[in-house]
């Protein structure tokens, strides 16, 4: 079978790099993204044990810089690749980028020891990083859909389980004495959700027989109503399995992914998806 031709334009080439994850290339580049995000989170709780820090200070400041500086590029490749840099500037993930690059290069510029406690909070911005794992993971769209799809059900049981400790609030404040700590409606709802939620502090608890007696049914009540959401969304993300089969590949134009496999345009904004990844998943799909 004679291979399609393929671009020799270097931004579409870079594009399905940084953008695409369905191309060996784009794969790596995900792969080491997650490498750095993750040690750089892991230098960040290093560095906040003192005694670690006092130890391997110049270490983790060298590396920290190395990661900053791959950060940077990644931020202004994707900027340059892009055909609308300002949808990748002002989405989502261009501001955490932005968050989770610049307090490195602040510390250069507020130098004083008056400005230390302020670097300090400037420098916890890093974490921000961790935000960006999510665009790596190829089921969280079908999390998110899941969760969308679920919505009304999740809010129809959250308002009954608010109903469930009102009642339950309104029992234990009758049965239990105010010396037993149950001195109101609202705090006896405080005892009935840590107990719902099997949480329990133990600072509040029932002393009669009665109070105890209903603890323990409210306790075994929890264990069920922990398990209803879990397999409300479940449910939702089986169904979501079985509707779209989808890839990684995201529009040039404003960047939406969760395109179907062999998809022409964006199911957004209605542009021309790129041709060259779209030639190849269809060329991957006709091998299988």
Not at 42 to 47: S, Y
Not at 197 to 220: C, E, K, R
Request: charged share 15%; proline share 4%; glycine share 4%.
């Amino acid at each position: 079978m004679k291979q399609p031709p393929h671009k020799s334009d270097w931004k579409t080439k870079l594009y399905q790099i940084i953008y695409e994850a369905d191309t060996p290339a784009g794969k790596w580049f995900d792969i080491v993204l997650i490498i750095a995000i993750l040690s750089s989170i892991l230098f960040v709780m290093l560095e906040s044990v003192e005694s670690f820090n006092a130890r391997y200070h110049n270490f983790l400041n060298i590396s920290e810089w190395v990661i900053t500086i791959l950060f940077t590029l990644e931020y202004f490749t994707r900027i340059i690749v892009i055909k609308k840099p300002t949808k990748y500037i002002f989405s989502f993930y261009g501001i955490i980028d932005l968050l989770a690059t610049i307090p490195k290069y602040l510390s250069l510029i507020f130098i004083g020891t008056h400005f230390l406690v302020a670097l300090r909070a400037l420098r916890l911005l890093r974490v921000f990083r961790i935000l960006k794992l999510t665009r790596y993971l190829g089921a969280s769209f079908n999390l998110m859909t899941a969760l969308k799809a679920s919505k009304i059900k999740i809010a129809v049981f959250l308002f009954s389980v608010f109903i469930i400790t009102i009642i339950l609030g309104t029992i234990m404040y009758l049965v239990e004495d105010p010396e037993n700590g149950f001195t109101s409606i609202p705090h006896s709802m405080y005892w009935a959700i840590v107990t719902l939620t099997t949480v329990g502090y133990g600072d509040l608890a029932p002393h009669t027989p009665f109070g105890q007696f209903i603890a323990s049914i409210v306790m075994i009540l929890g264990y069920g109503i922990i398990a209803v959401p879990t397999g409300i969304v479940t449910s939702a993300i089986t169904v979501q399995d079985l509707k779209t089969h989808t890839h990684t590949q995201t529009c040039p134009h404003c960047l939406a992914d969760n395109h179907m496999t062999n998809a022409e345009f964006c199911h957004k904004c209605g542009q021309k998806l790129n041709d060259e990844t779209s030639i190849t998943n269809f060329d991957i799909q006709r091998n299988d």
